[in-house]
């Protein structure tokens, strides 16, 4: 099925407006496909990453349902949940309900740690329509009655395999005991662990299952280069590339804070202008060195994998990989920062003699060799593209169907 425009989805006029306004003018694959499904209130498991349009595709559908639904939020009872692993992430979603809903009247805010609690319990205390959370704050607030969940009849769940990676699935259970029964759920997540697997087929009610390959987004938009060369030598050659001007704005990533400390120092010496981002850092530092990267004051962000996690940036040029990740699907979470919604990007990545294993993993998930630029010794980045054993992206196996009969359809039938 092919769907040219957001109106064939069946979005309304204030969507519509909304969705003009940010110059959205075709949907996505994830959104073509997801937005009819949770209007009609089914369960949806996502197989997504961020880059796919997946943010839109779960909060245009909820905020029409919330306002068919027509309910005032009660103090400190939200209708919905968004729960979200990162507070950057909590903050981008936050955002893009603050786009899509831009001509409604919905009230929404941000849970999150880091930061004091009192503003979030004032804004609890005043009834929100959507509360976006990260788990751990979310407890708390719970076990200290600042917020109940019981009226809480859409849940949607982010990023649960990053959840699972950060530990925090078991928190994510409790929250989602505190749940009505009857809700509508989602769950998102780029790769398909089995803990996560389980967690989908113990929340989910006979969810629809929508997959965009993390390949095709890799695969298709981006240049992909290697570099092959001494660890030693990768600073150096970081500066060297970065002369170049048509590296307009770059993220580096690193597989340590300190490593990218390191970068960003490197950096400064040789007058790029460079911030790091990293759990180290404070909320605000971490916000701070994302705006100016997101305006331009700085040219290159220099970032580690959790951190960078759901960054949305538009415009970035060049993604470089100044160690490999030792997850594939991390490599392809980390290009997909540029190539965003269809524009070109480019990704280089630097391989020392040690990481070799890994550019053969990552070659062999993506199912193609990266363009190898300078000398590479000879027969070692031949592409071991033969048996994809990519489990990661089967469907979920014995996922037990549960809970909530869709609410949405039944009204309909009526
Ligand atoms: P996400 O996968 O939700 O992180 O979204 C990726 C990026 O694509 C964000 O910067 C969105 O603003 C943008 N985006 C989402 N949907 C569309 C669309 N239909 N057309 C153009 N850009 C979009």
């Known amino acids: 099925m092919t769907v040219s425009s957001f109106a064939e989805l069946g979005l309304t006029e204030r969507l519509l407006r909304a969705l003009k306004d940010a110059r959205y003018d075709t949907p996505t694959p994830i959104q073509q496909r997801a937005i009819p499904l949770l209007l009609d209130g089914m369960d949806l498991l996502g197989i997504a990453q961020t880059g796919t349009g997946?943010?839109?595709?779960?909060?245009?559908?909820?905020?029409?349902?919330?306002?068919?639904?027509?309910?005032?939020?009660?103090?400190?009872?939200?209708?919905?949940?968004?729960?979200?692993p990162t507070r950057e992430l909590a903050l981008q979603i936050s955002g893009s309900i603050e786009t899509?809903?831009?001509?409604?009247?919905?009230?929404?805010?941000?849970?999150?740690?880091?930061?004091?609690?009192?503003?979030?319990?004032?804004?609890?205390?005043?009834?929100?329509?959507?509360?976006?959370?990260?788990?751990?704050?979310?407890?708390?607030?719970?076990?200290?009655?600042?917020?109940d969940l019981s009226d809480c009849e859409y849940l949607i769940i982010d990023e649960a395999d990053r959840m699972l990676d950060m530990g925090f699935i078991r928190d994510v259970r409790k929250i989602v005991a505190k749940l009505p029964d009857e809700r509508q759920t989602l769950l998102f997540?780029?790769?398909?662990?089995?803990?996560?697997?389980?967690?989908?087929?113990?929340?989910?009610?006979?969810?629809?299952?929508?997959?965009?390959?993390?390949?095709t987004v890799a695969v298709e938009a981006i240049e992909q280069h290697v570099h092959h060369l001494a660890k030693t030598a990768k600073r150096d050659h970081l500066s060297k590339l970065l002369e170049a001007p048509d590296l307009e704005k770059v993220i580096v990533f690193t597989r340590t804070k300190r490593g990218a400390d390191q970068v960003v120092k490197r950096l400064a010496r040789d007058g790029v202008s460079a911030e790091a981002m990293h759990g180290n850092?404070?909320?605000?530092?971490?916000?701070?060195?994302?705006?100016n990267f997101r305006n331009g004051r700085s040219r290159v962000l220099v970032a580690t994998d959790i951190a960078a996690r759901g960054i949305d940036v538009d415009d970035i040029s060049h993604v470089i990989n100044f160690e490999l990740p030792h997850e594939p699907e991390s490599y392809v979470h980390r290009i997909g920062r540029t190539a965003r919604a269809g524009a070109a990007g480019i990704a280089i990545s630097f391989c020392d003699a040690s990481e070799r294993p890994q550019l053969?993993?990552?070659?062999?998930?993506?199912?193609?060799?990266?363009?190898?630029?300078?000398?590479?010794?000879?027969?070692?980045?031949?592409?071991?593209?033969?048996?994809?054993?990519?489990?990661?992206?089967?469907?979920?196996?014995?996922a037990r169907k549960r809970r909530r009969r869709p609410r949405r359809l039944e009204q309909r039938a009526a």
Do not use: C, W
Request: charged share 25%.
């Open 100 to 147: 899509y809903g831009r001509h409604m009247r919905m009230h929404h805010t941000v849970v999150m740690g880091g930061v004091g609690q009192r503003p979030q319990i004032e804004a609890l205390r005043r009834g929100v329509d959507i509360l976006v959370a990260t788990p751990g704050r979310l407890l708390d607030l719970v076990n200290q009655r600042h917020a």
């Open 281 to 291: 850092k404070s909320q605000n530092a971490r916000q701070r060195a994302l705006e």
């Open 189 to 215: 997540s780029a790769t398909m662990p089995a803990e996560v697997a389980k967690l989908a087929g113990d929340i989910l009610y006979e969810p629809e299952r929508v997959e965009i390959a993390a390949k």
């Open 54 to 84: 997946k943010t839109a595709a779960f909060t245009l559908p909820l905020l029409q349902n919330l306002e068919e639904d027509n309910i005032a939020a009660s103090p400190r009872s939200p209708r919905a949940l968004i729960l979200a």
């Open 360 to 398: 053969r993993s990552i070659e062999r998930l993506i199912k193609r060799s990266l363009d190898v630029v300078g000398e590479a010794p000879v027969g070692t980045v031949a592409s071991a593209a033969k048996k994809d054993k990519d489990t990661a992206h089967r469907p979920a196996s014995g």
